[in-house]
Protein backbone atom coordinates (compact mmCIF):
# COMPACT_ATOMS: atom_id res chain seq x y z
CA UNK A 1 0.00 0.00 0.00
CA UNK A 2 1.30 3.48 -0.78
CA UNK A 3 0.76 6.66 1.19
CA UNK A 4 1.04 9.71 -1.16
CA UNK A 5 2.39 12.24 0.54
CA UNK A 6 1.20 16.01 -0.46
CA UNK A 7 3.41 19.19 -0.49
CA UNK A 8 2.10 22.40 0.33
CA UNK A 9 3.76 25.27 -1.46
CA UNK A 10 3.03 28.86 -0.44
CA UNK A 11 1.38 30.83 -2.70
CA UNK A 12 2.27 34.82 -3.54
CA UNK A 13 -0.61 35.83 -0.58
CA UNK A 14 1.10 34.08 1.69
CA UNK A 15 4.67 35.32 1.05
CA UNK A 16 2.86 39.05 0.67
CA UNK A 17 1.53 38.64 4.11
CA UNK A 18 4.61 37.60 5.05
CA UNK A 19 6.69 40.31 3.89
CA UNK A 20 4.11 43.05 4.92
CA UNK A 21 5.00 41.61 8.38
CA UNK A 22 8.79 42.18 7.94
CA UNK A 23 8.19 45.59 6.49
CA UNK A 24 6.03 46.26 9.58
CA UNK A 25 8.49 45.16 12.11
CA UNK A 26 11.25 47.00 10.55
CA UNK A 27 9.04 49.79 10.77
CA UNK A 28 8.26 49.42 14.45
CA UNK A 29 12.00 49.18 15.15
CA UNK A 30 12.91 52.58 12.90
CA UNK A 31 10.18 54.30 15.04
CA UNK A 32 11.31 53.21 18.57
CA UNK A 33 14.90 53.95 17.32
CA UNK A 34 13.83 57.72 16.23
CA UNK A 35 11.71 58.08 19.56
CA UNK A 36 14.72 57.04 21.33
CA UNK A 37 16.76 59.91 20.00
CA UNK A 38 14.04 62.32 20.58
CA UNK A 39 13.99 61.53 24.60
CA UNK A 40 17.64 61.17 24.69
CA UNK A 41 17.97 64.49 23.06
CA UNK A 42 14.63 66.11 25.41
CA UNK A 43 15.89 64.84 28.31
CA UNK A 44 18.81 67.85 29.41
CA UNK A 45 16.05 69.97 28.62
CA UNK A 46 13.44 68.32 30.79
CA UNK A 47 16.28 68.43 33.85
CA UNK A 48 17.29 71.90 33.08
CA UNK A 49 13.59 73.02 33.33
CA UNK A 50 13.15 71.19 36.24
CA UNK A 51 15.99 72.35 38.23
CA UNK A 52 15.13 75.79 37.19
CA UNK A 53 11.42 74.93 39.18
CA UNK A 54 13.41 73.78 42.20
CA UNK A 55 15.64 76.77 41.77
CA UNK A 56 12.64 79.20 41.86
CA UNK A 57 10.68 77.14 44.91
CA UNK A 58 14.15 77.65 46.65
CA UNK A 59 14.15 81.65 46.11
CA UNK A 60 10.11 81.65 47.23
CA UNK A 61 11.12 79.44 50.43
CA UNK A 62 13.93 81.43 51.23
CA UNK A 63 12.10 84.67 50.86
CA UNK A 64 9.58 83.73 53.21
CA UNK A 65 12.19 82.48 55.94
CA UNK A 66 13.56 85.79 55.44
CA UNK A 67 10.26 87.40 56.47
CA UNK A 68 10.12 84.53 59.34
CA UNK A 69 12.47 86.31 61.08
CA UNK A 70 11.82 89.50 60.16
CA UNK A 71 8.26 88.57 62.24
CA UNK A 72 10.36 87.13 64.80
CA UNK A 73 12.35 90.00 65.60
CA UNK A 74 9.46 92.05 65.27
CA UNK A 75 7.59 90.24 67.94
CA UNK A 76 10.37 88.82 69.88
CA UNK A 77 9.90 90.86 73.47
CA UNK A 78 13.71 91.46 73.26
CA UNK A 79 14.06 91.86 69.60
CA UNK A 80 16.69 89.43 69.09
CA UNK A 81 16.81 86.89 66.44
CA UNK A 82 15.82 82.86 66.51
CA UNK A 83 18.53 80.32 67.16
CA UNK A 84 17.14 77.90 65.33
CA UNK A 85 14.75 76.90 62.54
CA UNK A 86 13.00 74.64 65.22
CA UNK A 87 12.56 77.92 66.88
CA UNK A 88 11.50 79.75 64.35
CA UNK A 89 8.81 77.00 63.54
CA UNK A 90 7.96 77.04 66.85
CA UNK A 91 6.89 80.64 66.85
CA UNK A 92 6.80 83.44 69.02
CA UNK A 93 4.62 84.82 71.98
CA UNK A 94 4.83 89.09 72.02
CA UNK A 95 5.23 91.20 75.14
CA UNK A 96 2.08 91.38 77.17
CA UNK A 97 0.58 88.35 75.37
CA UNK A 98 -0.41 85.24 75.78
CA UNK A 99 -1.32 83.74 71.99
CA UNK A 100 1.79 82.99 70.56
CA UNK A 101 2.51 84.00 66.80
CA UNK A 102 3.29 81.14 64.06
CA UNK A 103 5.45 83.09 61.78
CA UNK A 104 6.91 80.01 59.16
CA UNK A 105 5.14 77.13 57.42
CA UNK A 106 6.43 73.98 57.88
CA UNK A 107 7.20 72.86 53.95
CA UNK A 108 9.47 76.47 53.46
CA UNK A 109 11.47 75.43 56.07
CA UNK A 110 12.85 72.53 53.61
CA UNK A 111 15.55 73.54 51.08
CA UNK A 112 14.50 71.91 47.49
CA UNK A 113 17.48 72.30 46.23
CA UNK A 114 19.77 70.22 48.55
CA UNK A 115 19.73 66.52 49.32
CA UNK A 116 19.11 66.91 52.81
CA UNK A 117 16.53 69.12 52.49
CA UNK A 118 17.72 71.21 55.04
CA UNK A 119 18.82 75.12 55.33
CA UNK A 120 22.18 76.23 56.54
CA UNK A 121 21.62 79.04 59.34
CA UNK A 122 23.77 82.20 58.44
CA UNK A 123 24.94 83.89 61.35
CA UNK A 124 26.14 87.75 61.55
CA UNK A 125 30.01 86.61 60.73
CA UNK A 126 29.53 83.76 58.53
CA UNK A 127 31.98 84.51 55.47
CA UNK A 128 28.37 83.76 53.07
CA UNK A 129 26.83 86.53 54.42
CA UNK A 130 29.99 88.85 53.57
CA UNK A 131 29.98 87.81 50.02
CA UNK A 132 26.41 87.68 50.24
CA UNK A 133 26.76 91.85 50.69
CA UNK A 134 29.56 92.12 48.21
CA UNK A 135 27.92 90.23 45.75
CA UNK A 136 25.06 93.33 45.82
CA UNK A 137 27.18 96.21 46.24
CA UNK A 138 28.48 94.35 42.75
CA UNK A 139 24.97 94.30 42.08
CA UNK A 140 24.01 97.60 42.39
CA UNK A 141 27.11 98.76 40.50
CA UNK A 142 29.24 99.31 43.59
CA UNK A 143 26.62 101.42 45.97
CA UNK A 144 26.56 99.63 48.95
CA UNK A 145 23.04 98.33 49.95
CA UNK A 146 21.35 99.69 52.91
CA UNK A 147 20.83 97.11 55.79
CA UNK A 148 16.92 97.84 56.30
CA UNK A 149 14.61 100.50 57.13
CA UNK A 150 12.72 98.14 60.23
CA UNK A 151 13.79 99.62 63.58
CA UNK A 152 14.04 96.43 65.08
CA UNK A 153 16.37 94.71 62.40
CA UNK A 154 18.54 98.16 62.26
CA UNK A 155 19.27 98.20 65.82
CA UNK A 156 20.96 94.84 65.12
CA UNK A 157 22.83 96.27 61.48
CA UNK A 158 25.56 97.12 63.79
CA UNK A 159 26.76 93.41 64.00
CA UNK A 160 26.99 93.20 59.63
CA UNK A 161 30.30 93.17 58.32
CA UNK A 162 31.86 96.69 57.63
CA UNK A 163 32.31 97.57 54.04
CA UNK A 164 36.11 97.28 54.23
CA UNK A 165 35.83 93.63 54.95
CA UNK A 166 33.54 93.10 51.91
CA UNK A 167 35.48 94.62 49.53
CA UNK A 168 38.80 92.73 50.84
CA UNK A 169 37.22 89.40 50.29
CA UNK A 170 38.70 89.09 46.48
CA UNK A 171 37.32 86.66 43.90
CA UNK A 172 35.57 83.82 44.38
CA UNK A 173 36.34 80.09 42.74
CA UNK A 174 33.51 78.46 41.19
CA UNK A 175 31.05 76.11 42.33
CA UNK A 176 33.00 72.96 44.06
CA UNK A 177 29.74 71.36 43.79
CA UNK A 178 28.37 68.78 45.85
CA UNK A 179 26.87 69.88 49.36
CA UNK A 180 27.46 70.87 52.21
CA UNK A 181 27.63 68.34 55.12
CA UNK A 182 28.17 70.33 57.99
CA UNK A 183 25.79 70.74 60.86
CA UNK A 184 23.84 74.11 62.26
CA UNK A 185 24.75 74.98 65.53
CA UNK A 186 22.24 77.19 67.71
CA UNK A 187 22.63 80.75 67.95
CA UNK A 188 21.17 83.91 66.59
CA UNK A 189 21.12 83.74 63.01
CA UNK A 190 19.90 86.17 59.86
CA UNK A 191 19.37 84.31 57.19
CA UNK A 192 19.04 81.01 55.52
CA UNK A 193 21.37 79.16 52.38
CA UNK A 194 21.26 76.69 50.30
CA UNK A 195 23.30 73.71 51.30
CA UNK A 196 23.98 72.82 47.39
CA UNK A 197 26.89 73.64 46.33
CA UNK A 198 26.08 73.96 42.88
CA UNK A 199 26.07 76.75 40.02
CA UNK A 200 22.65 77.86 39.30
CA UNK A 201 20.81 78.35 36.37
CA UNK A 202 18.94 81.51 36.93
CA UNK A 203 19.97 84.50 38.83
CA UNK A 204 19.04 85.56 42.66
CA UNK A 205 20.35 89.48 42.44
CA UNK A 206 23.47 88.41 39.84
CA UNK A 207 24.36 85.57 41.70
CA UNK A 208 24.84 82.30 39.85
CA UNK A 209 25.99 80.17 42.80
CA UNK A 210 22.69 77.95 45.34
CA UNK A 211 25.20 78.38 48.38
CA UNK A 212 25.54 82.46 47.88
CA UNK A 213 22.00 82.88 47.65
CA UNK A 214 21.57 84.17 51.73
CA UNK A 215 18.30 85.14 52.26
CA UNK A 216 17.60 87.51 54.91
CA UNK A 217 15.27 90.31 56.05
CA UNK A 218 18.56 92.57 56.51
CA UNK A 219 18.73 93.55 52.32
CA UNK A 220 15.37 92.91 50.32
Known amino acids: MTTAHTTRTRGPASRRVASERGYALVALLALMTVLMVVMMAAAPSIQQQSRRERELEAIARGEEVAEA ?22 GVTPQGSTKKIYVLRASAARDPLSKSGEWRTVKFND ?7 KDLTEYANGRLPEPTTDPELRALAGQIPRPSVILNLGEDG ?10 SSNGPFLGVASRSQHDSIITYYGIERHDHWVFTPFFK
Open 127 to 133: PAFAIFV
Open 174 to 183: GAPGGEDESS
Open 69 to 90: IRMYIHYHPTHQPPTSMEELLD
